[in-house]
């Protein structure tokens, strides 16, 4: 406070002066202003600091610490616009090798300009390359911008001439996990942590940790995992502890991860998936195959009419597409269809009832398409959920309502066919055979010598116009 009113008394004896005064004394007038102004700064008075520079200015405006002084006042209550104006000036008397270019890119930073922010510390950095503060600035704009490798550049620019701070090792760290540079991410945070002791780290550590685990490093990433403290509030640290015993073989405190996860978790599909497969691995089929129902069951509820029935649908489609394929080859024998040849349908596509369309039971395939559209339907959910389980599908499909007997009936079906396509085969060719006779010839040769006459009386009725 004392140097406070001491200040203003001397602003309040210098500004009192006669303003008609020798070059040399205006000179030491400005000094003392500048001087003045300087420990205001220090001190954080910024506003008196404007009125003092102000008035040094007053004095001349072809010195530049006036404008400097003023210009870092401004910038500390956030007055950008004449912050830059007091830096342009600035920088009009001294050149390129002004320290105004930082305090100027300051105020285009924070006034959102990045293009001029990014023009100006560059040239500062030129001639002033140990600022720490700017390379830090930069490194920021950099990491916005997304330019990963030159905000390390800076980040390292800052370590070197700070090799403690740990904060650097923190910004740098995170450019480099970003990168993808994961090891080197490892290692800053290695650093942050080991110049803070006493801080809490569990942030830092949940990111080493993570890093360690997309490099497989799991042992690390544990270690890592076990030093967050109970406070940390992220449940997903048990399924990534999990994940890192289940990579390691260790499948019994992967369930113990898991099953604390899913505590607080009790619907997630993908965490149920996976402790369903340590117990697989552990081989507890009982309980793993108790999570694979219970997570294909919560799926099948989340999910839409696509994701259910879009396999039951493409099966539809291309039964009928087998069939037609199948149906065009078929109309091309008029005669003599082969029993070699219905058996080769028969086995070849004998799900898809093409078997029926070669001897042309039409009423059986029909019969035959209902059944198996009903089997598909009524198992879409096991068909869907469990078709890499074969356990769980055939014991789902035991379990559904009417499958058995349908399984039963198409299968009686299947032997039927089997013992009597020969019969049906010759039953066909036989009746073919019967339909064509000499009555039917001559049947038909009395009605196409009729529409002849017919056809002759109409043209000469034609002609007889005609003329």
Not at 66 to 92: C, V
Not at 227 to 236: A, D, E, G, M, P
Request: proline share 1%; charged share 20%; net charge positive.
């Amino acid at each position: 406070m004392k140097k406070i009113i001491l200040f203003t008394f001397l602003t309040a004896l210098l500004s009192s002066c006669d303003s008609k005064i020798s070059y040399e004394q205006q000179i030491q007038q400005y000094n003392n202003y500048i001087s003045t102004a300087d420990s205001l700064n220090k001190i954080k008075n910024y506003k008196q600091t404007i009125i003092v520079s102000t008035k040094a200015i007053k004095i001349t405006d072809t010195l530049s610490q006036a404008y400097l002084k003023r210009g870092d006042a401004n910038l500390s209550l956030k007055n950008y616009d004449d912050a830059e104006d007091d830096f342009n000036d600035a920088i009009k008397i001294e050149g390129n090798k002004s320290i105004a270019y930082k305090g100027r890119a300051i105020a285009y930073y924070f006034k959102n300009e990045m293009g001029d922010f990014i023009d100006d510390i560059d040239i500062y950095l030129t001639y002033h390359g140990n600022d720490l503060y700017a390379h830090s600035l930069r490194g920021d704009y950099y990491t916005e911008d997304e330019d990963y490798e030159k905000a390390i550049l800076d980040y390292s620019s800052c370590l070197k001439i700070n090799p403690r701070n740990s904060i650097f090792y923190l910004k740098r760290g995170n450019a480099y996990a970003i990168d993808g540079q994961t090891n080197l991410s490892v290692i800053d945070y290695e650093n942050y942590t080991r110049l803070n002791p006493d801080k809490n780290n569990d942030a830092i550590l949940y990111k080493r940790a993570m890093l360690n685990f997309k490099s497989n490093n799991y042992q690390k990433a544990l270690n890592d995992f076990y030093l967050i403290s109970k406070s940390f509030s992220n449940s997903k640290v048990f399924e990534l502890k999990g994940d890192c015993f289940f990579a390691l073989k260790n499948y019994n405190n992967a369930i113990k991860n898991y099953t604390i996860f899913l505590a607080s978790n009790p619907k997630n599909i993908d965490v149920i998936s996976k402790r369903a497969d340590s117990y697989f691995s552990n081989n507890d089929l009982k309980n793993s195959n108790s999570d694979y129902k219970n997570a294909a069951s919560l799926k099948w509820k989340s999910k839409g009419f696509f994701y259910k029935y879009g396999c039951y649908i493409l099966f539809i489609f291309s039964y009928f597409l087998i069939g037609l394929i199948a149906f065009s080859t078929v109309n091309e024998e008029y005669d003599n269809k082969k029993i070699s040849k219905s058996y080769w349908y028969y086995f070849l596509t004998g799900l898809f009832g093409v078997h029926y369309l070669y001897i042309n039971y039409v009423l059986r395939y029909l019969l035959y398409t209902i059944l198996v559209f009903a089997l598909f339907y009524l198992n879409s959910f096991n068909i869907r959920s469990f078709y890499n389980h074969y356990d769980l599908l055939w014991s789902g499909i035991v379990s559904t309502p009417y499958s058995l007997l349908l399984i039963y009936i198409i299968l009686v079906l299947f032997v039927i066919d089997f013992l009597t396509l020969p019969y049906s085969v010759f039953s066909y060719n036989h009746n073919l055979r019967l339909s064509i006779n000499n009555k039917i010839s001559k049947q038909r040769e009395i009605e196409i010598n009729e529409m002849a006459i017919l056809l002759e009386r109409q043209n000469t009725k034609f002609n007889t116009l005609k003329s």
